[in-house]
């Protein structure tokens, strides 16, 4: 039986991984829990699956659900230190990173540290620090199994394969909401318009990612760190009705292709049970009436965000910090209705621009990069 631990168990990625440990309860058991504000659905997952350690953010929370569990036998922690012990716990054998941010990066090393395999839902730990995560995860000999839809994909594709014979990645993006859409609409659609992804069910965040394409950045840069190639190896392809999840192009000029319905649990589960594959219940592709594939290309012009993110991914350094950190705090006033869809863009060039580059930056530093976004923004912007 796997001893499962997860950081982020009320967001998407969190539930359904819980998901398939529910259709799969002899096969898993869940050791400790990592949530946020979500007290009372972390209260149902306490009661159903019964961690022996729970960790929150606010204190104040934590205090709340220990009395919303007095009945019962399990540890509450909070803050940082929390989200640490949960992702070192030692009855763990595998992490799911499904927290948000780059909240994820210390509690990740922890993980790695203590021989812990990464379920890696978190893009934002390789996109800001991969250059130390990757090194780590080597040196302690653990598994990082993407649990992105995309990266999952290519790390399918390249199973049995030599990684040094990949000559391209194709990762493969639907488009979101707004594809073959001008400058001139995008100035003016609204907080509910970017939320309706055509394909993807996601948390808030992650949809407007998609929609600005500032996601497939991230996942470029994600992906240059998995798979050690460079940024420019990494086309970005649209695939709008999401039944290519990505491929990998050879040397030899063979293209490999993951397909599926979109449904995230099958990468979830991929990761969990891996190396190996077990039923999961859901649609299926049907090649009777799928008719045709379509192929795009992405319009950097328009999602000038995904242009950003090549740049900054070739620079490197204490920069992908910036773009992330500029990002998380443009994607939060837009949903708040602060800003419009295009200052998302303006915000993150602006940004990186001012930003004096850091090579190499340790944890430290890269927390730093962080701070220094927020307050940069803030001075700048009034928001």
């Not at 898993?28 to 009372?40: D, H, K, M, Q, R």
Request: proline fraction near 4%.
């Amino acid at each position: 039986m796997k001893q499962v631990a997860i950081l982020g168990s009320t967001g998407s990625i969190g539930t359904q991984t819980l998901e398939v440990i529910r259709n799969y309860s002899e096969d898993f058991c869940v050791t400790a829990l990592a949530a946020g504000n979500n007290i009372v659905l972390l209260e149902q997952q306490i009661r159903e699956f019964h961690p022996s350690l729970v960790a929150v953010w606010k204190e104040e929370n934590a205090h709340k659900l220990r009395e919303m569990t007095a009945d019962l036998n399990v540890k509450i922690v909070a803050g940082m230190d929390g989200l640490i012990e949960v992702a070192a716990y030692e009855a763990s054998d595998i992490l799911v990173t499904a927290i948000v941010g780059m909240i994820g990066i210390q509690p990740t090393i922890a993980a790695i540290k203590a021989g812990k395999d990464i379920a890696l839902a978190n893009k934002e730990t390789l996109v800001t620090a991969g250059h130390i995560i990757i090194p780590l995860a080597e040196e302690y000999r653990v598994q990082i199994l993407p649990v992105d839809s995309e990266h999952s994909a290519i790390f399918q594709c390249l199973n049995g394969e030599n990684r040094k014979e990949i000559d391209k990645i194709l990762l493969t993006a639907s488009g979101g909401p707004f594809r073959g859409k001008t400058t001139e609409f995008l100035a003016n659609v609204t907080v509910a318009d970017a939320l309706k992804h055509p394909n993807w069910s996601m948390g808030r965040k992650i949809t407007i990612d998609s929609a600005t394409m500032v996601n497939k950045g991230l996942e470029v840069m994600e992906a240059k760190w998995l798979f050690g190639v460079e940024m420019d190896d990494v086309q970005v392809v649209v695939q709008p009705q999401s039944v290519i999840h990505s491929m990998v192009q050879f040397k030899d000029g063979a293209v490999m292709a993951e397909l599926g319905t979109p449904d995230m649990k099958l990468p979830i589960q991929y990761a969990l049970f891996y190396p190996s594959r077990k039923y999961l219940p859901g649609k299926r592709l049907d090649f009777a009436t799928l008719t045709s594939i379509e192929f795009d290309v992405p319009d950097l012009k328009v999602f000038r965000g995904l242009q950003i993110a090549y740049e900054v991914g070739r620079a490197g350094g204490s920069l992908p910090t910036v773009f992330n950190a500029a990002n998380e705090y443009a994607v939060a006033r837009f949903l708040d209705e602060k800003i419009k869809f295009l200052d998302i863009y303006d915000i993150i060039e602006d940004a990186v621009h001012a930003h004096k580059k850091v090579e190499n930056p340790k944890v430290e530093e890269i927390l730093s990069a962080e701070k220094w976004t927020y307050e940069y923004i803030e001075s700048r912007w009034h928001i």
